[in-house]
Nanobody
Framework: QVQLVESGGKLVQAGGSLRLSCAAS????????LGWFRQAPGKEREFVAA????????NYADSVRGRFIISRDNARNTVYLQMDSLKPEDTAVYYC?????????????WGQGTQVTVSS
């Protein structure tokens, strides 16, 4: 089992910055990919960014590429999402999720989410 706890969400003005954190615990040695997703009111959950734990490789949704950066702290088993140039359309609940060596093709573990609100 892998447990994920997000933090850092809050109300911020458009154009501002915010850094989200996702702390992993449990069988962290089994983590293959850590990703960030978001869900806005009335919309489906969408992919934001992901990081492959062993290589550090990253990928991003087109809507955030160039504004958001995903990074990690191996010692703390934590992944971060630095969000710059925030827009009102970035308002959503942000979730951290993990793919593990036992679930390579799906995100089997999810955090509880953290609310990000961007005011115009």
């Amino acid at each position: 089992q892998v447990q994920l706890v997000e933090s850092g969400g809050k109300l911020v003005q458009a154009g501002g910055s915010l850094r989200l954190s996702c702390a992993a615990s449990g069988r962290t040695f089994s983590i293959y990919v850590l990703g960030w997703f978001r869900q806005a009111p009335g919309k489906e959950r969408e992919f934001v960014a992901a990081l492959t734990w062993s290589t550090g490789g990253t990928n991003y949704a087109d809507s955030v590429r160039g504004r958001f950066i995903i990074s990690r702290d191996n010692a703390r088993n934590t992944v971060y999402l630095q969000m710059d140039s925030l827009k009102p359309e970035d308002t959503a609940v942000y979730y951290c999720a993990a793919r593990t060596l036992n679930s390579l093709d799906e995100y089997a573990y999810w955090g509880q989410g953290t609310q990000v609100t961007v005011s115009s």
